[in-house]
């Protein structure tokens, strides 16, 4: 069964928040050490806990002094190059939900001149109810779906095209020489006979 998605917003109750915090801080401290230990790094928490005069730290005061220490001997550019604040971090989801929006309207767009485009087609002609809008979409749908196909037609090797009318041909060949029923056993045909008791195979 899937998890419920937890809503990202603050507890405002003091018992909830309190435990949410409780496991919350152990799952990170779990995970720190987790990605420490399988991929040989230097890693360290320290979490500031709501009513606690003193923050706590992983894995000890002097591993978290080590870890700060080789992070401040690098240069300026380097600390800051990965670094979030909450502000940065909500307009990069911002800007990264709109770039799926848009995606997704151009998608649907696409899809719903498709769907106008075979309309007309069975029609035969352009319904009245299409707008300036829809036309100008419409003509763009099709003028791709044609670079689409000159841009196959160039991609298909010549030698292929050639093969497959070969293949063509000699099965319609081939059609023609089993549609054809000789009796070759028979030389005369089917034999008649007429008044003057003279024979004559059948279609003479």
């Known amino acids: 069964m899937a998890r419920k998605k937890v809503k990202l917003a603050y507890i405002t109750k003091d ?7 409780k496991k919350r801080k152990n799952g990170l401290i779990k995970k720190v050490d987790e990605i420490s230990t399988l991929c040989g790094i ?13 923050p706590e730290v992983w894995p000890s005061p ?14 300026d550019l380097e600390q800051t190059k990965k670094m979030f ?22 998608d649907n767009k696409r899809k719903e001149m498709t769907h106008l485009m075979f309309q007309c087609l069975d029609a035969g002609q352009i319904f009245e109810s299409v707008n300036m809008n829809d036309l100008n979409d419409l ?6 779906n044609l670079k689409h196909l000159e841009r196959r037609i160039n991609e298909t090797p010549v030698n292929e095209v050639v093969e497959n009318r070969i293949e063509n041909f000699n ?3 081939q059609g023609m020489v ?4 000789v009796d070759f056993n028979n030389n005369q045909g089917d034999i008649l006979q007429f ?10």
């Not at 018992?15 to 915090?21: E, Q």
């Open 85 to 106: 604040n909450h502000e940065s971090f909500l307009k990069q989801r911002i800007e990264k939900a709109q770039e799926n929006l848009n995606k997704q309207k151009i």
């Open 15 to 21: 018992s909830k928040r309190r435990a949410t915090f």
């Open 171 to 173: 099965g319609m060949e």
């Open 42 to 54: 230097e890693a360290c928490a320290v979490i500031f806990g709501e009513n606690d005069p003193q």
């Open 139 to 144: 003509s763009w749908l099709i003028d791709q």
């Open 178 to 181: 089993n549609n054809v029923d």
């Open 195 to 204: 008044q003057n008791d003279n024979y004559l195979p059948q279609g003479f």
């Open 62 to 75: 002097q591993g978290v002094q080590n870890v700060l220490s080789r992070f401040k001997r690098l240069p």
